[in-house]
């Protein structure tokens, strides 16, 4: 062997990425052909995509379109830059597009799959992970808004979600432009967006902060500076009154917008665009403790162009001893220019996504959707090399009667076999030695009963042995699926 080839590799990931074995590598898809489920029964037709889309078509997600490999993991190919998706509506932007001549109008299609993002790393924060998407192409009816926010409602339900432990929050962009309209605020205005930047900033920041931030400027906690829009008092209180609106009525929400936006057409339409979403919620008998209208919810500040929608869970956790709640795991809106930059023509869009991992990490968290897809695991231990025939065939009358079962194939003996077992998190060690072949039984342990007793009992050897009887019992050969199917149960 050559040095080149003697030199060894570092056993390593990069940063950004994670490994996924047994029941955490079929999390994912449990969440998602749930989700999926109900999406189909909604009428919604799966759509795959290629995890490589043209670095062109992904448009207003790349930070710098001068710098491709800048948010996203990029190559050049016959001198066209290709990259990794950044998201899955981008590529349904180019797909609806590309099939624009044949697909049915509105096209509903829902998609799963990973995506990449070449950032900075962090806690919670990984270049590679899976959303779930739902989007109706071609509405501009606000019942599609609606809808999708039912559909979405009825999926987190389906993986374990209760129905008062989410909440919708919804708004529309279309309101907010007329209130900035209303202060004198127009689109190409700088104030603008760092007006947007400052509501977003209100469960964080509370309403003195975002007050800060709209005047003159804010110094946080560290004593860092940020610069305000600088606004008059007189438009700072108009904003204020505007995201903090109660929200516990859409009815009484919806009037008090009739307020703020006045006979500004933006305003007014998106304010229709509201009523019409609470109307078919309401006739869905979605009521406002799991959907209201929020003023605060911005999202998307260059993105979206009309409704906007986030759901969050209302349940919270324990985070060194203090109750944190645990909030988003999804959202979306109405974006009707995205298909433009490939139509040139106008095609209104809306949807949601769904993000898996947050989910994952909420039903561990909150104890939800409970079950590992992964059934009990019988380990059938191999006394003798020299029957391993036997022990296949005990594993595999296991596995005819449902049971999860494999036959142990190390060279080690009985005790290594057994912290194998352990550390298989095996429920139930499957025994048959000599002794046991002789009197045509097998002995069969349930680890997952003994580990609690020893944990309970700990040093007490002598109370141990006598609740061994409860941990390890004796079948006959004849009935050993029953017999661990019956240990499997209790």
Known sequence: MSNSESKLVAAEKPRGFVDKLGADAGAEERIVTAVGKVYEKWGFDRLETPAIEFTGALGKFLPDTDRPNEGVFSFQDDERWLSLRYDLTAPLARFAAENRDSLPKPFRRWQTGSVWRNEKPGPGRFRQFVQCDADTVGSDNPAADAEIIAMAGEALEAIGVARDGYLFKINSRRILNGVLLGIGLEPESKARLTVMRAIDKLDRVGVEGVAALLGKGRKDESGDFTKGAELDPANVQKVIDFVTL??????????????????????????????????????????????????????????????????????????????VRFGSVGGGGRYDDLIARFTGERMPATGFSIGVSRLIAAQQALGIGGESALAPLVIVLAMDRDRMGDYFAIANELRQGGVRAEVYLGSAGMKAQMKYADKRQARIALIQGGDELAKGVVTLKDLKLGAAIASKLGEDREAYAKAREQVQQEAPRAQVVAAVQQMLAR
């Open 246 to 323: 109660p929200t516990e009525s859409r009815s009484a929400v919806l009037e008090g917008l009739g307020r703020l936006v006045g006979d500004n057409d933006e305003g007014r339409a998106g304010l229709a665009e509201l009523a019409g979403i609470d109307a078919v919620l309401s006739a869905l008998g979605i009521d406002d403790r799991r959907a209201r209208i929020d003023p605060s919810v911005v999202r998307g500040l260059e993105y979206y162009t009309g409704a906007v929608y986030e759901a969050e869970l209302t349940a919270t956790v324990v985070d060194d001893g203090r109750l």
